[in-house]
């Protein structure tokens, strides 16, 4: 069969599906990778290639709205964050405020056409190329809406691939809630006002599949899975990192315990310009222990620091999977690409939850599973990460626990498992 995998244009979007894209591309299905062009993370479409994935561009940046050009990534201090605690009761207006704020990304990314009649470039581009190589299912990303229209056209079957914790999923079934209650200010979902002329355009109507599709494949270790009415295909999140040549250093084991600082594929600018991190003080404070760092700095992050201590190897990008497996502790923002890779290798973590999506409900989970510690991102001091990573590297409970997230994360199916599922749902739905 054919399959259309459309991610959101960020290789942290990416890295996900590229595990369950090869196991399909292995089992002779042949498998494409669409995403926006030159927008937002540059290297996206450059990543898909470079995974031994097949690159759909939906249209050249030129195309695309002015405001995608721009650098959208970019955190600003005091900005509303999309992250809420989906744990949190239905009365916590977190949620609402993730609401409002995807709203507007949906509109900035999928937004109307300029003139009457125009093209929405996303939209029309997937449709086109869908109406073109009629896929037989198309994975989509969860905030990748132009995907259910082209698989809806097509006949496709669909079904969202799930990467972190269903927000999308839970914002909606709250907002139905809201807008039943006798009262209620308003009858209309508030992302129907920018969906709704996509789906007109193609004599679709909004409707529960058009924002959560025929089913969900879900990459979230079970203890985290929200408890949703949701038909669920559950995988073992497998991590892929990125791919580039082994650099000699890491070809021996270190003679003394490696410490990992990672800052995540889409972070850099949060963690290290905004956050409060205090990566300078953190160096000079692990300077006296005997332990290697390992830290993903890019030259201007560098600059800022200034000498590092002889105990310090600031390096602009490395695989996890390569250094990962030789080390003794990481020191990460909560992203889901971290955490899986940290469970995978059964290294103790150190969790500072940067807020964007569930970095909070990840960094609890590892706690409780007594597989790591988490530091407040609000009173981060220096004083108290040393404290917390000398437990990391001297308790054993923490491998333990590290051992503990492994097993759990070997329960789920892996993708290799799922394609014959995924075949006969297809079959069914298409």
């Known amino acids: 069969m054919r399959v259309l995998f459309t991610i959101f244009p960020a290789t942290a979007h990416l890295y996900p599906v590229v595990p369950l894209a090869w196991a399909l591309q292995s089992a002779g299905h042949e498998v494409v990778v669409a995403s926006h062009a030159g927008v937002v993370d540059p290297g996206v479409i450059t990543n898909i290639g470079a995974a031994g994935l097949t690159a759909v561009p939906l249209g050249s940046p030129e195309e695309l709205p002015e405001a995608l050009s721009k650098d959208t990534g970019d955190s600003k201090p005091n900005r509303p964050s999309l992250a809420f605690d989906a744990f949190e009761p239905e ?20 937004p109307e056409p300029e003139e009457p009649g125009g093209r929405r470039p996303v939209l029309d581009n997937l449709v086109d190329f869908a109406r073109a190589w009629q896929p037989d299912l198309v994975l989509w990303d969860p905030l990748m809406f132009p995907a259910p229209v082209a698989a809806r056209v097509t006949g496709a079957a669909h079904a969202r691939l799930v990467w972190g914790t269903d927000n999308i999923a839970l914002i909606h079934e709250r907002t139905k809630r809201e807008l039943a209650r006798p009262g209620a200010e308003s009858t209309e979902h508030p992302w ?35 408890p949703l009415d949701l038909t ?46 205090p990566v300078r003080e953190f160096f000079d404070s692990v300077s006296a222990l005997d332990v290697e760092v390992v830290a993903t700095l890019n030259s201007e992050q560098l600059a800022a620091v200034g000498t590092l201590p002889d105990n310090v190897r600031a390096v602009e990008y490395v695989p996890l999977n390569q250094v990962l497996p030789t080390s003794s502790a990481v020191i990460h923002h909560g992203g889901g690409g971290t955490f899986a890779a940290a469970v995978n290798f059964q290294v103790p973590q150190l969790v500072v939850p940067l807020p964007m ?22 009173a981060l001091d220096v004083a108290g990460l040393h404290k917390q990573l000398v437990r990391l590297l001297h308790e054993p409970s923490f491998s333990h626990g590290a051992r503990r997230l492994y097993d759990e994360m070997l329960a789920a199916p892996a993708p290799k498992d799922i394609v014959p599922l995924l075949e006969r749902l297809t079959a069914e739905r298409r």
């Not at 355009?201 to 599709?213: A, I, K, P, S, T």
């Not at 250093?249 to 800052?263: D, G, I």
């Open 91 to 110: 009365e916590s207006q977190g949620w609402r405020t993730a609401r409002a704020i995807l709203t507007g990304m949906f509109r900035m990314h999928y």
């Open 192 to 226: 129907e006002a920018w969906y709704g002329p996509m789906l007109e355009q193609y004599g679709l109507e909004f409707d529960d599949e058009m924002l959560l599709g025929q089913w969900t494949v879900d990459l979230t270790q079970s203890r985290m899975r929200l």
């Open 232 to 277: 669920h295909v559950p995988v073992r999140r497998v991590p892929y990192t990125g791919a580039a040549p082994l650099p000699a250093w890491l070809h021996h084991q270190p003679e003394r315990p490696r410490v990992v600082l990672t800052l995540g594929v889409s972070r850099r600018k949060l963690f290290g310009k905004y956050s409060g991190f």
């Open 357 to 378: 999506w569930d970095e909070m409900v990840t960094a609890r989970y590892v706690e409780e599973m007594g597989a790591g510690l988490v530091a407040d991102p609000e």
